[in-house]
């Protein structure tokens, strides 16, 4: 007989180590069981490209944690967490070294903008305020558990006070249309398209504009931080949290099975062959991962099984990280500069470049998210260097078609990943002329690389599972489920970015699923008997 404990979180990624502070919160004793070395999932920092520079792993900047009550109700400030910023939030170059630039000061950006084209700065005031009178409610509704009842009895009033049904329809125009409709210019309708570029929703689909809004203004409002010392430190924190209330936290133990009796879950088995029992599990885990082996087909509700079969994954990612001699020699660069740059010559360019992946071609010209680590937090590497990275979206490795530019194999081996870094580099070198001789050291990871490193990261998909409305909200992971973290096994609940609200650093995933662990101790009497220590007897 193995350890007993009130709960079992699988996997220390941020929606885990949240979901297991709520529940040491409320008294429980908590295990978490990380498969890596080291916990963090996604919000990981190593030294791997160059000894003297901080590289994010996966993950860098966090405007979702300071907007999201799950991570800031922890107050992660006690524990070791503090915030950098850049001197601007975010750049798009464009034109003949033009650049869009959003800072943390509307006015700022406001200014900016109109300088490039006149009336477009009132247009993005106008576009301030609207997000102070619905920004708050709407946040409060995407990451509170499905139906959001008290966050939408918020939100209602304030949508029909910024302009009712008309607001509504703005937010579910695409983002082309959206941009054309507020802005005469290309610089803001570039900053709204390239952060509707986060996700996989195509450019010209519904979705798309409230999605590019809700980045776009939250990098207005709170910025685009990042941890001090590297994205470690917020999972140290969130670790140093736990742990400070009893919690359990066991790295390099991968789990095998969910093990369900009679509809309950009773336990965990690791690959190790330890076992733990418990009757509640919150997996921070790729739903094609729980539901297709963690939990056997026949302990899973049939409908959930018969809505699995049509689950789709977002696209699949390529990432660079090089160290820098010096700062990125960006044409016409702003004076205060952005700690994320997005790269894409047009809206319609990156349109094109999203539609690609969609359909399975590596695009000739990928669209890129960059990140000026040092430029945002001076403790990433040497004065006077940079610590630099960018990603890519690509085709899931089982569905690349083709390669328009007929040097990608689709097996995203060695030499794929290193064409495709190539093509990545000469973006930035167009952009940045002389960029390639400050490179002192470059890391290319790919799907597989990406997926080695986080199970979760199912070829490299880093979302868990497309962003678009046909699997959102109510429909997320599948319908069966109604948007809600209970999988239908008594005990089981769905904690990752699988579920819903899906993808980012805001810890909602993992709270929501806590929650609905707490509500159905409560309302169905589930047995906790707790020793001393924690741990139940």
Same mark, same amino acid.
């Given at each position: 007989?193995?350890?007993?404990?009130?709960?079992?979180?699988?996997?220390?990624?941020?929606?885990?180590?949240?979901?297991?502070?709520?529940?040491?919160?409320?008294?429980?004793?908590?295990?978490?069981?990380?498969? @890596?070395?080291?916990?963090?999932?996604?919000?990981?920092?190593?030294?791997?490209?160059?000894?003297?520079?901080?590289?994010?792993?996966?993950?860098?900047?966090?405007?979702?944690?300071?907007? =999201? @009550?799950?991570?800031?109700?922890?107050?992660?400030?006690?524990?070791?967490?503090?915030?950098?910023?850049?001197?601007?939030?975010?750049?798009?170059?464009?034109?003949?070294?033009?650049?869009?630039?959003?800072?943390?000061?509307?006015?700022?950006?406001?200014?900016?903008?109109?300088?490039?084209?006149?009336?477009?700065?009132?247009?993005?005031?106008?576009?301030?305020?609207?997000?102070?009178?619905?920004?708050?409610?709407?946040?409060?509704?995407?990451?509170?558990?499905?139906?959001? /009842?008290?966050?939408?009895?918020?939100?209602?009033?304030?949508?029909?006070?910024?302009?009712?049904?008309?607001?509504?329809?703005?937010?579910?125009?695409?983002?082309?249309?959206?941009?054309?409709?507020?802005?005469?210019?290309?610089?803001?309708?570039?900053?709204?398209?390239?952060?509707?570029?986060?996700?996989?929703?195509?450019?010209?689909?519904?979705?798309?504009?409230?999605?590019?809004?809700?980045?776009?203004?939250?990098?207005?409002?709170?910025?685009?931080?990042?941890?001090?010392?590297?994205?470690?430190?917020?999972?140290?924190?969130?670790?140093?949290?736990?742990?400070?209330?009893?919690?359990?936290?066991?790295?390099?133990?991968?789990?095998?099975?969910?093990?369900?009796?009679?509809?309950?879950?009773?336990?965990?088995?690791?690959?190790? %062959?330890? &076992?733990?029992?418990? !009757?509640?599990?919150?997996?921070?885990?790729?739903?094609?991962?729980?539901?297709?082996?963690?939990?056997?087909?026949?302990? /899973?509700?049939?409908?959930?099984?018969?809505?699995?079969? =049509?689950?789709?994954?977002?696209?699949?990612?390529?990432?660079?990280? &090089?160290?820098?001699?010096?700062?990125?020699? &960006?044409?016409?660069?702003?004076?205060?500069?952005?700690?994320?740059?997005?790269?894409?010559?047009?809206?319609?360019?990156?349109?094109?470049?999203?539609?690609?992946?969609?359909?399975?071609?590596?695009?000739?010209?990928?669209?890129?998210?960059?990140?000026?680590?040092?430029?945002?937090?001076?403790?990433?590497?040497? +004065?006077?260097?940079?610590?630099?990275?960018?990603?890519?979206?690509?085709?899931?490795?089982?569905?690349?078609?083709?390669?328009?530019?007929?040097?990608?194999?689709?097996? &995203?081996?060695?030499?794929?990943?290193?064409?495709?870094?190539?093509?990545?580099? +000469?973006?930035?070198?167009?952009?940045?002329?002389?960029?390639?001789?400050?490179?002192?050291?470059?890391?290319?990871?790919?799907?597989?690389?990406?997926?080695?490193?986080?199970?979760?990261?199912?070829?490299?998909?880093?979302? %868990?599972? !497309?962003? @678009?409305?046909? @699997?959102?909200?109510?429909?997320?992971?599948?319908? +069966?489920?109604?948007?809600?973290?209970?999988?239908?096994?008594?005990?089981?609940?769905?904690?990752?970015?699988?579920?819903?609200? %899906?993808?980012?650093?805001?810890?909602?995933?993992?709270?929501?699923?806590?929650?609905?662990?707490?509500?159905?101790?409560?309302?169905?009497?589930?047995?906790?008997?707790?020793?001393?220590?924690?741990?139940?007897?």
């Amino acid at each position: 007989m193995g350890r007993t404990y009130d709960a079992i979180v699988i996997g220390a990624g941020p929606n885990g180590l949240v979901a297991a502070n709520v529940l040491a919160d409320a008294g429980w004793s908590v295990l978490v069981l990380e498969a @890596q070395p080291t916990a963090g999932g996604a919000v990981r920092s190593d030294r791997d490209v160059h000894p003297d520079f901080v590289h994010d792993t996966f993950s860098a900047f966090y405007p979702l944690a300071l907007a =999201s @009550q799950a991570v800031t109700s922890l107050r992660l400030e006690d524990h070791g967490l503090a915030w950098e910023h850049a001197p601007a939030v975010l750049g798009h170059p464009f034109g003949e070294g033009q650049w869009a630039v959003l800072h943390r000061d509307r006015e700022m950006t406001a200014a900016g903008l109109d300088t490039l084209r006149g009336g477009d700065g009132d247009a993005w005031l106008d576009l301030c305020r609207t997000w102070d009178r619905i920004g708050p409610g709407l946040v409060d509704a995407l990451t509170t558990p499905f139906p959001p /009842l008290r966050a939408g009895a918020r939100l209602l009033p304030a949508l029909a006070r910024s302009g009712g049904l008309d607001i509504v329809r703005r937010l579910a125009t695409p983002v082309t249309s959206l941009g054309r409709d507020l802005f005469a210019g290309p610089a803001a309708r570039l900053l709204l398209a390239g952060n509707a570029g986060h996700s996989d929703i195509p450019l010209d689909s519904p979705g798309s504009g409230v999605f590019g809004v809700l980045m776009t203004m939250l990098g207005q409002t709170v910025g685009f931080p990042v941890p001090r010392g590297g994205a470690q430190s917020l999972t140290d924190a969130l670790v140093a949290r736990f742990t400070g209330l009893g919690g359990r936290l066991e790295t390099g133990a991968e789990v095998e099975r969910v093990v369900v009796r009679g509809g309950r879950v009773t336990g965990v088995l690791t690959r190790h %062959g330890d &076992w733990y029992d418990a !009757t509640t599990v919150i997996a921070d885990v790729a739903a094609l991962r729980l539901f297709g082996g963690l939990v056997r087909t026949e302990d /899973l509700p049939p409908r959930l099984v018969r809505g699995m079969r =049509s689950f789709e994954l977002d696209p699949g990612t390529v990432k660079v990280d &090089w160290a820098l001699s010096g700062p990125v020699p &960006w044409a016409g660069s702003p004076t205060q500069l952005p700690g994320t740059v997005h790269v894409a010559d047009s809206v319609e360019e990156l349109g094109q470049t999203m539609a690609q992946v969609s359909s399975g071609v590596v695009p000739e010209h990928p669209f890129l998210l960059a990140g000026q680590m040092t430029t945002s937090d001076p403790s990433r590497s040497p +004065a006077g260097t940079e610590s630099f990275w960018a990603y890519a979206h690509v085709p899931q490795p089982a569905a690349t078609r083709r390669d328009v530019g007929e040097e990608i194999s689709g097996r &995203w081996d060695h030499d794929d990943r290193e064409r495709f870094a190539d093509r990545m580099q +000469a973006r930035i070198e167009a952009r940045a002329p002389g960029f390639g001789d400050r490179v002192m050291a470059r890391r290319v990871l790919g799907p597989h690389e990406l997926e080695a490193r986080n199970a979760n990261l199912v070829g490299g998909a880093l979302n %868990g599972g !497309t962003s @678009q409305l046909h @699997q959102e909200l109510v429909f997320r992971p599948v319908p +069966a489920m109604r948007g809600r973290a209970w999988t239908g096994v008594r005990g089981l609940f769905l904690g990752s970015a699988s579920a819903h609200p %899906g993808g980012g650093v805001h810890g909602a995933a993992g709270a929501n699923a806590a929650r609905s662990a707490l509500w159905h101790h409560r309302s169905r009497a589930l047995p906790r008997r707790r020793t001393k220590q924690g741990a139940r007897a």
